[in-house]
Nanobody, 122 residues
Framework: QVQLVESGGGLVQAGGSLRLSCAAS????????MGWFRQAPGQEREFVAA????????LYADSVKGRFTISRDNAKNRVYLQMNSLEPEDTAVYYC???????????????WGQGTQVTVSS
């Protein structure tokens, strides 16, 4: 099992920035990729970004490309999501996820955190 705990959410004005952090523990050696997802009220959860745990390659949703950056710190077992130029449409609960599947992907992650709320005011 892998345990994930997110932090760093909050309230920010449009155009501002936030950095989310996710701490992984447990069987972290089994992780191939880490990802961020989000779910807005009344909507389905959607993929935001993913990073290969060992090599650092990344994958982004078109809606956040150029504004969000995913990164990882293997020594600390942490993954980050730097969010810049935030828009009210980015308001959602953001979830960290870990995947054992040996390829970056947008679905099918194995482990999930509890989520952290991000609210962007206009």
């Amino acid at each position: 099992q892998v345990q994930l705990v997110e932090s760093g959410g909050g309230l920010v004005q449009a155009g501002g920035s936030l950095r989310l952090s996710c701490a992984a523990s447990g069987r972290t050696f089994s992780i191939y990729a880490m990802g961020w997802f989000r779910q807005a009220p009344g909507q389905e959860r959607e993929f935001v970004a993913a990073v290969n745990w060992n090599f650092g390659s990344t994958l982004y949703a078109d809606s956040v490309k150029g504004r969000f950056t995913i990164s990882r710190d293997n020594a600390k077992n942490r993954v980050y999501l730097q969010m810049n130029s935030l828009e009210p449409e980015d308001t959602a609960v953001y979830y960290c996820a870990a995947d054992n599947h040996p390829a970056l992907r947008r679905v099918g992650y194995d482990y999930w955190g509890q989520g952290t709320q991000v609210t962007v005011s206009s």
